[in-house]
C-alpha cells in the first residue's frame, strides 16, 4: 500500500518549517498569500491527506458518538436510527451503532466496549429488565454524557428524549370507550422503564375522566416477547367478562395477541379491537391490525436525541434535558 505523504515531507520539498505547512493549509492569517499558494500547490501534487485522527486526538474527541438500540429489525427504531444520523452526518459525526436484542448483559458490554473506544457521546434505549445504571454512570465519570431515547429509566436525573405518554395513552384509552367498549385494559410495559409507568397513568386517567374507573384494568405481562404477550392475552380472554378493548405497551404486542386470538379465538377477531404504541410502515400491508396506532415521531425522536446529545457534549447551556415529543393517534 501506497504511504501517505506527510507535513514533514511537504515541508523539507518546500523548504519551510512544518508549522508553516500547516498552518498555511489552515488557512492562517499569519501565511502570506505566496506561500499558501505553493504549499496548497505541493499538497495537491502530492495527494496529501490530512490526518484527522491526529487532530481529533489533539482535540480530545473522536467525532464518533455511539447508538444502542435494542433490535434492529423493530421499525420503530428503524426510523429513530435514521433521525440520529441525519443530524450526526450533518455535524460530521459518524454512528458506532450495536443492538442489544434486549440483553442486559449485552448491553453492559457493548456500554464497556462504547467507553474503551472513545465515543464522544451516547444514546440508548434501556433493556426491559435495566435497573442498575452503574454502567452508564461510568462513561458519565469519563466524560461520555448520555441521552436515553424511548425507553429511559426510572431516574429524573437522566437526559431523555421520550413520547409525552401520559396524555398519547389517555387518548388512545378514550378513543377505545367511544368506539364502545365496555371492558377495557392495558397490557403494561417493563416495570423499570419509565414509559411504562406514564402510559398506565394516562390509561386510569382517561377511565376515571369518564367515571369509569371500575371498567379498566392493568395487565403486567412477564415481558416483551410473543410468549408473554400471548400469556397475558389467555388470562385476560379467561375472565368471565373479558376486555374487549385492549391498549398494549407496543404494537408488535397487539399484534402478537392478534395472532393468538386467530388461532385460539377466531370468533373473538371482531369484537376485540387493539391500540398499539408505534405506528410502524407495515402496518398498512396487514388484513388484520390493530384498529389504532399511536404515532409516536420516532425520525423525530431520534434527531431530538442526537441535538441534545451535541449540547451536552458542547458547553452550550441546556435548557432541558427532559424533552417529550407529542404523539398523534392513527385510526386504520
Known sequence: MKKLVTLKELSKELG???????????????????????????????????????????????????????????????????????????????????????????ANAILDQMRLDGVDGL??????????????RRLEKAGIPVVFMSRSP???????VTLLNDDAACNATTFLMERGHQRLAYLNGPPCVAASQQRRIGFERALIEQHRANDGLV?????????????????????????TGILTFKTYMALDAIAYLKRIYPERLNTVEFVGFSNLPLLKHLAHKPVASVEENPGLMGAESMRLLMQLMSDTPVTSTHIEIPGTLIVH
Open 123 to 136: 444514546i440508548s434505549t434501556i433493556t426491559p429488565t435495566t435497573t442498575d445504571l452503574t454502567p452508564y
Open 219 to 243: 395487565y403486567q405481562p412477564a415481558g416483551l416477547t410473543p410468549t408473554d404477550t400471548e400469556q397475558a392475552i389467555e388470562a385476560l380472554m379467561a375472565l368471565p367478562e373479558h376486555p
Open 16 to 106: 519551510v518549517s512544518v508549522s508553516t505547512v500547516s498552518k498555511a493549509l489552515n488557512n492562517d492569517s499569519t501565511i502570506g498569500h505566496y506561500t499558501r499558494e505553493r504549499v496548497e500547490r505541493l499538497a495537491r501534487d502530492r495527494h496529501y491527506v490530512p490526518n484527522e485522527v491526529a487532530r481529533n486526538f489533539q482535540q480530545q474527541r473522536s467525532l464518533t458518538i455511539g447508538l444502542i438500540v435494542p433490535n434492529v429489525l423493530d421499525q420503530f427504531f428503524v426510523q429513530a436510527i435514521n433521525g440520529v444520523d441525519e443530524v450526526a452526518s450533518a455535524r460530521q459525526y459518524t454512528v458506532l451503532m450495536s443492538q442489544t436484542l434486549d440483553d442486559e448483559r449485552r
Open 154 to 160: 426510572n431516574d429524573p436525573a437522566c437526559a431523555q
